[in-house]
Every structure is written in C-alpha cells, then in structure tokens.
C-alpha cells in the first residue's frame, strides 16, 4: 500500500511563531486532506488539496502531486492552534470501480504544542 | 444538521462480548469507512464501502465485520475474536466525482473499552 510519513513527529513553539508541516507519500494520489485533532479526539478538516495552493485564514496548505509531498502552514500561531495534524491521502488505483478502491491511508501525524 | 453521527460516544464492553458501534451519516455519501486510532498513533482503516450490499476489507479487518444494507448506515460490530479491542473508533464518509473521490468526512468518534 502507500506510504505516508509526516514531519515533524513533535514541534514545540512560542505563541506568535510560524510552522510549516510536511507530508511525503509514495505513490500517486488522487486526493489528499490535513485534519486537525481536537483535544476531543475529532477530525477537523482543514484542506482537500490534491493538488496546488490553497489558504484559509491563518492556514495555507500546498500540493506539488508529481513530487509526492505536501506542505501545511500556520502562521501566527495561537494556543488553540494546539493539537495533532494528520495527513491523508487516497491513492490511485491500478484498477477500480466506481471510482476509488481504498480508504484514506493516514500519516502517523505531527503532534503540535503552542505554548503561551 | 448534514453530517456524519457515532453512537456511542464510550462504550465499555466486557471480555468476550461482541459490541456494535453505530454509524449513520445523511450527507447522501457513497462511500463508507471505519478507522481505528490508538493512542498516539495515527488511523488505521478497518473496513470501507463504496455501495450499498458491499463492503472491502481494510489493512486491519480481522476480529470485525460490517454490514452496509443502507446507503446511510454502517455499523461496525467489535467480535470476541478482535485480541485488543480498546482505541477510539472514528466513521467517515465520501463521495465520488469524475473518478476522483471528493473531500471526507468523520464522526466524533466512539471510545471503546474494554473491562
């Protein structure tokens, strides 16, 4: 199956600081999402980007498909920014039916902490 | 509300005991899905469905079984047979456009323990 590794595994940083987030996967996909977790164990969704550039507030996420990695940015960062950051992505399939054939395969994330 | 509901939020099972998790989602998704979280970790996919009356197995199927006999519906049932049945289980659901499956989304989650 596909491969997903994200980076960094923990970061650690002053409330007002920027980060940026990787994901690398091995294989061509034709979606891919980032999720924050709550402290209440949700899935927040923050971007369907498979592929390009796109921006929500605070937030931007960018998708370069043919070189297999995406990037999240968070800028200004608040403490309630906290949390971890999940990457997802669905692989092509060789061959499929209906459109797709396998679920979302998950980075182990990237556990974040603001401190005030 | 449009979205995606577990039932229950916890549930607490005793050893040996088969238990079903509900998960019912009226976003008229195609596609279903049960992932499973431990502490820590990331998700794992259990088991998905593209249609109704048909479900495939995920990377870690063994020790549960689904049905889907409704578009909106697909409960998971946790087996006696499943060794470490205790983590957060998390239902999601998507759709499908032009071959390119859209954007998904999950429940709350149930937490699962066993006593």
């Known amino acids: 199956g596909i491969q997903v590794e994200q980076s960094p595994p923990d970061l650690i940083l002053q409330e007002g600081a920027n980060s940026t987030l990787r994901c690398n996967f091995s294989d061509s996909v034709n979606n891919l999402q980032w999720f924050h977790q709550n402290p209440w164990g949700q899935l927040i969704n923050l971007f369907y980007i498979p592929s390009g550039t796109k921006q929500n507030g605070r937030l931007s996420a960018t998708t370069v498909a043919t070189e297999r990695y995406s990037l999240l940015y968070i800028s200004s960062s608040q403490t309630t920014d906290s949390g971890v950051y999940f990457c997802a992505v669905h692989r092509i399939p060789p061959h499929t039916r209906g459109g797709g054939a396998d679920g979302l395969t998950f980075g182990k994330g990237t556990h974040l902490i603001i401190q005030p | 509300d449009g979205g995606i509901t577990q039932s229950p939020k916890y549930l607490f099972r005793k050893e040996g005991q088969n238990v079903t998790l509900s998960c019912e989602q009226n976003?008229?998704?195609?596609?279903m899905y049960w992932y499973r979280q431990d502490p820590g970790q990331g998700l794992r996919l259990i088991y998905y469905s593209q249609i109704v009356n048909d479900f495939q197995k995920g990377d870690i199927a063994e020790g549960y079984s689904v049905s889907r006999e409704k578009k909106e519906s697909f409960p998971l049932t946790v087996t006696s047979a499943q060794k470490n049945p205790t983590a957060f289980y998390l239902c999601?659901?998507?759709?499908?456009?032009?071959?390119?499956?859209?954007?998904?989304?999950f429940g709350q989650g149930t937490r699962l323990t066993v006593v």
């Open positions: 999601a659901s998507s759709i499908s456009r032009e071959r390119r499956w859209q954007q998904a989304f």
């Open positions: 976003l008229n998704h195609d596609a």
